[in-house]
């Protein structure tokens, strides 16, 4: 009797012992499941986000990038250096390369007929008047992309003045912010472009111009030491 007693005890024992033993390592796997899935929410938590489509960004911020320029697109400018100088010049694309440069026909009201080279960022290149072409290996950058508010630059340049004498000239740029602004061929938004120019004689001036994407130029210009500039019409080719 007490025999099978001891040997049931035992029995049992080893039972539990076993029992215990299973679900001792089925909870040890349930906790090592849970514990690697907290790491893992952990981790995608504090992942870096991805990042943002340039796209979207340059929306947002206002970011302007070159203006895509068609063959055909054309402006008429009113051009002043006082009341009695005054004349229109019309300027047209007249071919755009693969790699997004152009060229632009400017034809005064006076004077002569000449076609100006552009790089794919708006920088002058070259020229041709009366059949001759000529290199500008240190133009004007007029506007320096992409444009946003705020942004600052500095420009360095050689032209000639009225009289036929080459000059280099030092410029810092400010894109102040957008405006609505007035012009004789409407209403456009604009950046606001502030620039501060030195000839190397010590010669200083200033120029406020606005540049409007929808008309892909600047449409008004005001300067203390050279013509002021107003759109007064203008006519776009569809993009394709």
Request: aromatic share 12%; proline share 5%; with cysteine.
């Amino acid at each position: 009797m007490d025999g099978k007693f001891f040997s049931s005890a035992k029995s049992n024992q080893l039972f539990r012992g076993i029992a215990f033993r299973w679900w001792g390592r089925r909870l040890a796997l349930i906790g090592c499941l849970c514990l690697s899935l907290f790491c893992f929410g952990c981790a995608a938590k504090h992942a870096p986000d991805p990042a943002p489509d340039k796209k979207a960004v340059d929306k947002v911020e206002g970011m302007l990038n070159p203006p895509r320029m068609c063959p055909g697109d054309s402006w008429v400018f009113y051009r002043a250096a006082g009341e009695e100088e005054m004349q229109t010049v019309r300027e047209e694309i007249v071919r755009v390369l693969p790699d997004g440069s152009y060229y632009l026909r400017v034809v005064p009201e006076q004077g002569a007929e000449k076609v100006l080279e552009f790089s794919s960022s708006g920088r002058l290149e070259a020229y041709a008047r009366e059949g001759q072409r000529y290199d500008l290996p240190k133009a004007m950058l007029r506007l320096s992309y992409p444009l946003f508010q705020g942004k600052k630059w500095h420009d360095e340049f050689s032209a000639r003045d009225c009289e036929g004498d080459i000059h280099r000239y030092e410029s810092n740029y400010t894109v102040s912010g957008w405006e609505k602004i007035q012009t004789r061929a409407g209403t456009f938004k604009a950046l606001q472009v502030i620039r501060e120019v030195r000839r190397e004689d010590g010669t200083a001036g200033r120029e406020v111009f606005w540049f409007a994407p929808r008309a892909k130029r600047v449409v008004l210009s005001r300067s203390d030491w050279k013509p002021d500039s107003e759109l007064l019409e203008m006519k776009l080719k569809v993009q394709k």
